[in-house]
């Protein structure tokens, strides 16, 4: 009756009474008065049940905040970690936070339709919840943007597959992958005691998961595999996933020597090895496990690269049949920035690979780093999230849902063709390696990892108890795996030298591993000045139906007009060099940042259509039959995009593929792939590799950081043929460089220190006649000189050449010989040495360089010119490769031509000595003070 509130007490007690008479008995009151209160009566109840609704609806609504809850943050209180308790995060999970209590918990909600198990009571969707969110796997996925995928994996996680009934052919693969995992592991152990192997256990499930990817990953229709993965393991996956001969892996604990065709080697658990194995559905796959330095992810761009190359040339553009692997240590993926890069490019046209699959070896250590140091992320995985990929954090202990989880991963690769990351969750038995101890750092967690059992004895108990294998069974397939290995071990013995087996064999048919002869080769290819204009009119072509901006039509205007007149600047060089190439069925490709363009607009490969976004490539538009072109802007990053164009070069070798540097010092970014990669690969692996760098490179006055693409340092690592340098000063010589890297035998690494100011020198041109009739030359001669009038020597390279060609001209020096040294490595020791020869009267021979004198080529040419007396001009040497200012530039570029064209002051008058002969010192007097040049010449 409180609801009576207008009434007075009076009022409210008469009422209170009649009411009461009404409720014992509502005939023998007033019909009225009856009336009356079976109206109110009705409302009260009416009012009630509407109260009861509401709530109702209420705590529907917070169930489905709960299941949200779960499956954004279900992932945080999973049971994941064997060996340790997981942080504590909140808030938690309890229905308390959602606003439920435990009265609820019987009450049916129609929320469970939500997660497909229909109108439930709360403790069924609850327990639904936990056993899909909370268990041995931790989903990470709602941050994807794309509703598909979201409600694809919501499907598949919540749904009746969200658990896979194994069969027991299944199971027992299971185990006998565990055993063999373990089992190889343990042998190693003990038959090379102390020996480094960087060995899998705690994370012996990664073998069973490997296994099924592959096999799930061919049901799906893929061919081909690319894995790389660091250190950790990876003697097993060789062995178990990749099938090396046991026997091989167990000689290179022990053999003293490599084959011939291997130069230096490297420690076996770097080693590649590519295999097609036959799978229990007798399907054939490849697997290309690549070879990786101790630098952690640098492979990771490089078998991006590789797979594309397959893509594209291997299955002509068929993204289904290949797929990535990269397997990542947990310190490393959080840590190396090149792991971003990796994942920024994954969908981007150029270097897209169909959906990479991200597996982590997670042992919650990195060498003796807590992951609590190691990380600021939660996960080490959190990089996912920049690609919006899903991530399945799994317990390594449960191997049953570890391969459940596989095959849903390659599930939504196949159906999504993007990346997945599956991280697990697992230990390191020993230190960092064998020998290390892991109790000096983390001595609680290593008194847990003690006691625990391997994941092979957990499963086989799982499976004892299930009743599908005996206590016996297991022993005896222990015993035999034992007798095979022992039998491995010792046909090991007799094998004598280890062989590196050739990467990627087939597609490297019928090339070879250069010799110093080979470089002194020239490959002469058939061309004609008619096919050459014809390539000239086809790139300079622009569609009749297409409207392009005024610049882009005289752009092409002004090269044809070039062609007309029989001459080639540099960019048409290069465009010409393509052609030629693409025509003879050479794929080319070509990325760096802005390089459709090109920095400096030189290039110019592709026109961009007036008021559109589509471009013109006129260089895919030569003839039908020709081979590939592809160019791309690359993203913003130096060492994932050089390692992924290193990895497509190692891939299609018949196809010339170019990494340009936006200017040559940028290059640097990318140092790893060039010493563990470009420089070093064939001497450790065999690995042979034709990539070519464009490194831009020249003094202009722009300051520190766009004047040197640092050759110095290019040059440190340059030996034994490894890589082929040049420093090019003619389109004619880009062209035929190009043209012969193709054409000959063998590929190696090849430098270009590509020019900038030169792209625009009215002097740096060719003429097609140099294209049609010329050759590549490592030396060019001064062929304006009169051999007999000269008396002052000068080698040079690169844009400097023209500087002095300059001077000379405007100072009428005729006994001056300019000549250029094109190719820096392998030198051409022979050819300079015929030029020395050559003006054997000179008084002098110098050395000219812009760079400063602890920089550019100097050295490597001091070192080449051992048995002749050189005298180096150079800027002064600094810490920094160039001054900011332009007129500090200039003063300095000024200096280095006024003392190569200086004359001497004593009786040499009128001749080039060189040298300031003061107070009657003879000119061979100072020529022995040779440090004195260095600084006063
Ligand atoms: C770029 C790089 N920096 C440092 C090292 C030295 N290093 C070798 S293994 C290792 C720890 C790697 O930890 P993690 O990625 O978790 O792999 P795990 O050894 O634990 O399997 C370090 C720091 C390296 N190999 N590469
Ligand atoms: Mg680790």
């Not at 090379?192 to 960087?198: H, N, P, S």
């Not at 049949?321 to 490393?332: Q, T, Y």
Request: hydrophobic share 35%; proline share 4%; with cysteine.
């Amino acid at each position: 009756m409180d609801h009576l509130s207008f009434l007075g007490n009076s009022d409210i007690q008469t009422i209170d009474k009649l009411y009461h008479q009404y409720l014992l008995d509502p005939d023998s009151m007033d019909k009225s008065w009856s009336n009356f209160f079976a109206g109110f009566d009705f409302a009260r109840k009416f009012s009630s049940s509407q109260d009861q609704g509401s709530e109702q609806l209420d705590k529907e609504f917070r169930v489905l905040n709960l299941i949200d809850g779960y499956r954004k943050r279900g992932h945080l209180f999973t049971k994941t970690n064997p060996v340790r308790a997981r942080r504590n995060y909140f808030p938690t999970l309890a229905i308390e936070n959602y606003g439920l209590s435990e009265h609820d918990l019987n009450t049916v909600f129609h929320a469970g339709t939500e997660i497909g198990i229909g109108n439930v009571p709360l403790r069924g969707i609850v327990d639904h919840l936990n056993q899909t969110y909370c268990r041995s796997t931790g989903s990470e996925y709602m941050y994807i943007r794309d509703p598909e995928k979201t409600d694809w994996l919501k499907s598949r996680l919540e749904g009746s597959k969200n658990e896979t009934k194994f069969t027991i052919s299944n199971k027992k693969k299971i185990f006998d992958l565990l055993m063999h995992a373990v089992g190889f592991e343990n042998f190693i152990h003990k038959r090379f005691i102390g020996q480094k192997r960087f060995s899998l256990e705690g994370t012996e499930s990664l073998i069973p998961a490997l296994r099924f990817l592959i096999e799930k990953g061919s049901e799906l229709g893929i061919e081909e595999f690319f894995i790389s993965m660091a250190h950790r393991g990876r003697l097993n996956v060789l062995a178990n996933i990749i099938q090396k001969p046991l026997e091989n892996i167990f000689q290179e604990f022990t053999a003293e020597e490599y084959d011939e065709a291997i130069a230096l080697g490297d420690v076996k658990y770097h080693l590649g090895y590519c295999n097609a194995i036959t799978l229990d559905n007798n399907q054939q796959v490849m697997l290309n496990l690549i070879p990786n330095p101790s630098h952690l992810e640098s492979a990771s761009p490089v078998i991006q690269g590789a797979a594309r190359a397959h893509i594209d040339h291997k299955y002509h553009g068929d993204f289904s049949k290949v797929a990535p692997v990269l397997i990542h240590g947990d310190a490393a993926i959080a840590g190396q920035g090149v792991v971003y890069e990796v994942i920024q490019m994954s969908e981007l046209a150029g270097y897209r690979t169909g959906g990479t699959v991200h597996i982590v070896i997670n042992n919650q250590v990195g060498f003796t780093t807590n992951y609590l140091d190691a990380r600021t992320s939660t996960y080490c995985t959190d990089i996912a999230k920049v690609i919006k990929a899903p991530v399945f954090h799994v317990n390594g202990d449960d191997v049953e849902a570890l391969v459940h989880t596989i095959n849903l991963a390659m599930e939504y690769r196949h159906t999504f063709s993007s990346d997945v990351f599956i991280d697990i969750l697992s230990y390191r038995k020993y230190g960092h390696n064998e020998g290390d101890e892991p109790r000096y750092t983390q001595p609680t967690l290593y008194k847990a990892i003690e006691k625990h059992p391997n994941p092979r004895d957990i499963y086989g108990g799982r499976l004892i108890s299930e009743g599908i294998l005996t206590q016996e069974e297991i022993a005896n397939q222990q015993k035999a795996f034992s007798n095979l290995l022992d039998e491995k071990l010792t046909i090991s013995k007799d094998i004598g030298k280890v062989r590196i087996q050739r990467f990627l064999a087939d597609d490297w048919k019928g090339l070879k591993h250069a010799s110093g002869i080979d470089f002194e080769k020239h490959y002469p290819h058939e061309l004609t000045a008619d096919l050459l204009k014809f390539i000239g009119e086809k790139i300079n072509h622009l569609p009749p139906e297409d409207k392009f901006i005024d610049k882009t039509v005289k752009l092409v205007e002004d090269r044809k007009r070039m062609i007309t007149e029989g001459k080639v600047d540099w960019a048409l060089g290069e465009l010409l060099a393509y052609g030629t190439l693409l025509y003879d069925g050479h794929p080319v490709r070509l990325s760096g940042q802005d390089s459709i363009r090109g920095t400096f607009a030189q290039r110019h490969a592709a026109h961009v259509i007036e008021d559109t976004d589509q471009i013109f490539v006129p260089l895919q538009h030569i003839a039908q039959n020709q081979a590939p072109f592809t160019i791309y802007n690359s993203p913003l990053n130096e060492y994932g995009v050089l390692g992924f164009e290193y990895g497509y070069a190692m891939a299609c070798p018949n196809g010339l593929t170019i990494w340009e540097a936006q200017y040559g010092d940028f290059a640097n970014v990318a140092q790893v792939i060039i010493d563990q990669f470009i420089s070093s690969a064939e001497d450790k692996w065999g690995l042979m590799n034709g990539i070519t760098l464009y490194l831009p490179h020249g003094y202009e006055g722009q300051g520190p950081e766009h004047s040197s693409a640092r050759i110095e340092r290019i040059l440190l690592l340059a030996a034994n043929n490894n890589m082929q340098v040049v420093n090019l000063t003619t389109p004619a010589n880009l062209f035929h460089m190009l043209r012969q890297s193709m054409y000959r035998n063998f590929r190696v690494p090849l430098v270009i220190f590509t020019p900038k100011s030169l792209l625009r020198h009215p002097l740096c041109t060719s003429s097609l006649d140099d294209l049609v009739d010329g050759k590549f030359l490592e030396v060019i001669d001064d062929n304006e000189v009169d051999v007999a009038e000269v008396r002052r020597l000068v080698f040079c390279s690169g844009k400097i050449y023209y500087d002095l060609l300059a001077r000379k001209t405007e100072l009428g020096a005729r006994d001056i010989a300019l000549v250029r040294i094109e190719q820096l490595h392998p030198f051409p020791t022979a050819l300079v040495e015929r030029i020395i020869k050559k003006y054997g009267n000179t008084m002098i021979t110098l050395w000219v360089q812009e760079e400063p004198g602890n920089m550019g080529p100097w050295r490597h040419i001091h070192h080449e010119f051992r048995k002749t007396e050189i005298i180096p001009v150079y800027r002064q040497s600094s810490g920094s490769p160039a001054t900011g200012l332009l007129r500090l530039h200039q003063i300095s570029q000024e200096d280095i031509l006024a003392k190569v064209f200086r004359r001497c002051e004593c009786e040499l008058k009128r001749k080039y000595c060189g040298l300031q002969c003061v107070n009657g010192s003879t000119h061979q007097d100072i020529l022995k003070q040779f440090s004195y040049f260095h600084e006063n010449l």
